[in-house]
RNA sequence: GUCCGGAUGGUGUAGUGGCCUAUCAUGGAAGCCUGUCGAGCUUCCGACCCGGGUCCGAAUCCCGGUCCGGGCGCCA
């Protein structure tokens, strides 16, 4: 048994006379005497209960002032059209009941009349989303996950799911979380690069994933944390550019859709969202060099570009671009190089002005260049054997990309923290809640 | 990892050697109040991160630790 008819938001003052039941915690309570306030919240915003004293009878008018702030209330009573009330109507009260109690003092004001600190409120996740502009953050989070699904879909691109438990740490570079897997060692994924890959061996041809990667890295910035959730996509029989008209339509889909569809969202925020043009920009790797050489004579052709050089041009473009042919050396060994001059290849980052959100590339599918790639990036291609059998027997010619959905949701929201969109974030300290 | 900054009631803060029996807001307790909507008014409650040192005297200065924030690095 449901127990609410309605949410707070979904009552307006043309409901004048009708009884609801409402369910939720005590925002706040105003006793002014021979009349007082709840107000109540929901997720769906806040409604005034009114208790008149002389309606409603001592008992019950006593019972709302030994209601602390936070508890769990249900509310019956009719709805009246009041336009001294907020919204234009309040709520006339026949029966409150307290369905769990709050204790005092509150780990932090979710009225968001007091500031608190963002250690302080991960602390007290639980309390935090109660702000209705924390919850706002996640909500618009799982629009932007069912846009790009939907995107995908509309694609023809079919959901998988590959192993976070994995063998061995045979991507090469960053560093994996070792665990114990009965007598093997194991690792927490870092991506599902390899697997999607055999995937279009498997002749799957477009396939997408949705889950968590894990990185050991000893990072420690507002953009980066231990465990993200990747936006993954591999198709076949396409190439860098298909992919990246594929990454621009998710990126704009999810939104669009945010723009049409999470207005109380967006308000909660205080954010008016515009939905980014498409085609974005796309620059070459050298071209971004001459555009940072004006100001930054450091960086060498070859180098991968610091944050000082990544925001500079984040100010100059200022707004999503592609970064585009980028040098072979910086990029992984299943990126592909040009076939007239190698050492450029055919990897591209989806940047916004902020920071990186996403990056793929045209993949090597010849099994015998992909060994030597392997060789050449000083790792050990014996490693690699369950990925390299796919590309034995018939591997097409595919493209893919990953993307970070808390940088996505970060810089379509304008948070100042990876970590405000991300509900219990993993970094390089914290490991609870 | 490294550099810089910080740690004061539940929360957010003021306080740069004595004026601190520590400021303000929010909150909590008690009371008054029939239209609040960041309600108002009265009274009360609640704090100097830990350890060592300097000094007649330390929230304040020094050393070490712990924790936190920001920058950079690291990051296919």
């Given at each position: ?336 190089p040009y076939e007239d001059r190698p050492e450029v290849c055919r990897g591209f980052d989806l940047m916004h002005p902020r920071m990186e959100l996403a990056s793929g590339a045209q ?59 991300v509900i219990f974030p993993r970094d390089r300290r914290r490991l609870v809640p």
């Amino acid at each position: 048994m449901i127990l609410r008819t309605h949410y707070s938001g979904d009552i307006t003052p043309e409901m004048d006379g009708k009884e609801v039941t409402l369910a939720g915690w005590a925002h706040e309570t105003r006793d002014l005497g021979g009349i007082a306030f709840l107000v109540l919240r929901d997720r769906k915003g806040l409604a005034q209960v009114t208790l008149v004293k002389k309606l409603v009878g001592k008992e019950l008018f006593k019972s709302v002032r030994s209601i602390s702030r936070e508890s769990v209330v249900q509310v019956r009573g009719n709805v009246k059209a009041e336009p001294k009330a907020p919204r234009g109507f309040e709520i006339m009260p026949t029966e409150i009941r307290v369905l769990g109690s709050a204790e005092v003092p509150l780990p932090l004001d979710p009225t968001e009349k007091v500031e608190c600190e963002l250690d302080t409120r991960l602390d007290s996740r639980f309390m935090d989303v109660r702000r209705p502009s924390v919850l706002a953050a996640f909500e618009i989070e799982s629009a932007v996950l069912r846009s790009i699904r939907d995107y995908f879909y509309s694609q023809g691109v079919t959901e998988v799911f590959t192993p976070k438990i994995v063998a061995a740490a045979t991507e090469g570079g960053t560093d994996l979380f070792p665990i114990s897997y009965f007598e093997k060692e194991a690792f927490l994924n870092q991506s599902p690069q390899l697997y999607k890959q055999m995937l279009m061996g498997a002749g799957m041809d477009r396939v997408f994933e949705i889950g968590p990667i894990f990185r050991a890295e000893e990072h420690d910035t507002r953009r980066h944390l231990n465990e993200a959730i990747s936006i993954d996509l591999e198709v076949s029989f396409a190439d860098d550019k298909d992919a990246m008209e594929l990454l621009e339509g998710a990126v704009v889909a999810a939104y669009r859709y945010v723009t049409e569809n999470c207005l109380r969202q967006l308000e909660a925020i205080g954010l008016n969202l515009s939905v980014p043009k498409v085609p974005f920009r796309r620059i070459t790797y050298t071209e971004a060099l001459e555009l940072a050489s004006e100001r930054d004579v450091k960086m060498q052709w070859g180098d991968d570009l610091d944050t000082e050089t990544e925001r500079f041009l984040g100010e100059t473009i200022g707004e999503h671009y592609f970064l585009t042919d980028w040098p072979s050396s910086i990029k992984p060994y299943y990126t592909l190089p040009y076939e007239d001059r190698p050492e450029v290849c055919r990897g591209f980052d989806l940047m916004h002005p902020r920071m990186e959100l996403a990056s793929g590339a045209q993949r090597v599918h010849d099994h015998g260049m992909l060994v030597s790639r392997i060789k050449e990036k000083g790792l050990d291609p014996a490693g690699f054997e369950f990925y390299l059998n796919a590309f034995r027997y018939g591997m097409p010619p595919h493209a893919g990309w990953g993307l970070g959905l808390s940088r996505l949701v970060m810089t379509m929201l304008n948070l100042e923290n990876i970590r405000d969109a991300v509900i219990f974030p993993r970094d390089r300290r914290r490991l609870v809640p």
